[in-house]
């Protein structure tokens, strides 16, 4: 009689602690690449971020991993990731490039943020990946920026899409420097841009110099290339005290509820992670 009861305790356990654990279990796996070393903002926007996927992981039941060791680029340690992020920079080596390119062309996720788009020729960042500027993200080189790092209007171009579906037709984002591009998007059928500049941000920026500051125009901001499980995000630029010497970051990029539900959603979407509620 004692080994019955024994035995239907375990039962009961068992079927208790099952979903549970299931519950537990990671939906989906991010690895987050940086080099931190260029530009303090870009630098204090790579210290955020690692500090808030955390949390987000931890509510959202995903793991979040990060590496500046670009040599894991490759496609052994990629297969255990469903979602790739470049929080600043890209590869620079061919074979870790060959294997980004291969991972999101077997159906990877990626989101890249800010800096992660960069390129201008000559500079530290050449345009010298064609596939990833122009046939990736669509945007090719590097053009212009507004400065100083300043808040905008953004408006919802697709509010149909599993990242801005939760999204306001409207809202303004946190500080950030906003970048022009060498392509024009919208030319670009492989293109769906997601968000734009709202024409209510002009002038965006406050210089000192007089082309660092928008009047008119059309800026996607936020876009998706629709033969691939990708974002181009161009915020990621905190606002660093330059001017009195302390380089205090002013600014953060995370400390605005509209970006950060753009981020999670997008990252649930890349996940094929049902959104949690």
Known sequence: MKSIRRMLLWVLLGAFCAPVAAQQKPAFKVIAFYTAKNDRAHISF??????????????????????????????????????????????????????????????????????????????????????????????????????????????VENNRHPATANLPATFRSAPNEWYRWENDLTANPDIEILLSIDPQSFPLGTGPKPHEIWHEGYYPVVWTNKNYRMLYVNMGHNDIDYEQGTNKTLSFTFANDAQNQLVIDALLWLGKAERAH
């Open 46 to 155: 790579v210290h955020e971020a690692n500090n808030w996927f955390p949390k987000m992981a931890e509510t959202y039941h995903f793991t979040y991993d990060s590496t500046s060791n670009w040599e894991l680029l490759n496609a052994e340690f990629l297969a255990d990731y469903q979602v790739v992020l470049f929080l600043d920079t890209r590869p620079e080596d061919p074979l870790q490039r060959q294997a980004f390119q291969e991972y999101v062309e077997h159906g990877g996720g990626f989101i890249g943020f800010h800096f992660a788009g960069f390129a201008l020729t000559p500079s530290a960042y050449p345009q010298n990946w064609d596939w990833y500027h122009n046939t990736f993200l669509g945007s090719g080189s590097y053009k212009s920026n507004t400065w100083r790092p300043t808040s905008a209007v953004l408006r």
